[in-house]
């Protein structure tokens, strides 16, 4: 995996477009002047958990004794479900409701911080993890673009329209199905590579 392809993975369950709407809703008791302030105070709080678990996730892998193939192979289960409910989110989908300035939940975590996106950086850094450099430039990547969008919310949301919004985001959806039917292929491939060896090593 390259950078790139790394950045781009995050940014689509990251999903910011998607983001937008229930970011307007959870800032709309926020005073305007105010918001922009609270959008980059959340994003840097969701940045610290990210780069966090970025760099402690593969010990809780290796305490818990989970193999690559089985990592990779949920790790495409995980993201095909996230990217289904992109397709054909659920009536029951709807803002989080909050009365008062949100402090970290729900914009930092779980709406940018979220359980995919701190699943895919798991997946990511237990792949090749001498290579954390170009995980954290991926990330930073991701991060910068995804705020961008969040900063920028209010507009787009007026230029893009309700109907513009769920289009992109059911965009999304179909290139991270894709993504996880790779990534679920790819686990099934290691397990049967990793049973083959010791098949053979037993037979010696």
């Known amino acids: 995996m390259t950078i790139i392809s790394a950045a781009l993975l995050l940014f689509l369950v990251m999903d910011p477009l998607g983001n937008i709407p229930l970011f307007l809703?959870?800032?709309?008791?926020?005073?305007?002047?105010?918001?922009?302030?609270?959008?980059?105070?959340?994003?840097?709080?969701?940045?610290?958990?990210?780069?966090?678990?970025?760099?402690?996730?593969?010990?809780?892998?290796?305490?818990?004794?989970?193999?690559?193939?089985?990592?990779?192979?949920?790790?495409?289960?995980?993201?095909?479900?996230?990217?289904?409910?992109?397709?054909?989110?659920?009536?029951?989908?709807?803002?989080?409701k909050n009365e008062e300035e949100p402090f970290i939940v729900p914009l930092a975590i779980p709406y940018i911080a979220g359980p995919s996106a701190l699943a895919t950086l798991l997946l990511i850094m237990n792949g090749e993890p001498e290579r954390w450099a170009d995980w954290l430039i991926a990330l930073f990547a991701a991060w910068i673009v995804s705020g961008v969008i969040l900063l920028l919310a209010g507009p787009l949301a007026k230029v893009l329209r309700n109907r513009g919004l769920i289009a992109i985001e059911r965009l999304m959806g179909m290139i991270l199905i894709a993504i996880s039917i790779q990534m679920l292929l790819n686990g099934i491939q290691e397990f049967a590579l990793e049973l083959h060896t010791a098949l053979l090593q037993n037979s010696n």
Do not use: C, Y
């Open 25 to 96: 809703t959870a800032l709309k008791n926020v005073a305007p002047e105010r918001r922009t302030k609270v959008i980059l105070r959340e994003l840097l709080i969701a940045l610290l958990v990210m780069v966090i678990f970025l760099f402690s996730g593969q010990a809780f892998l290796s305490a818990l004794h989970i193999s690559e193939p089985a990592l990779t192979a949920t790790g495409g289960v995980i993201l095909f479900l996230i990217a289904l409910k992109m397709i054909f989110p659920p009536d029951s989908h709807g803002p989080h």
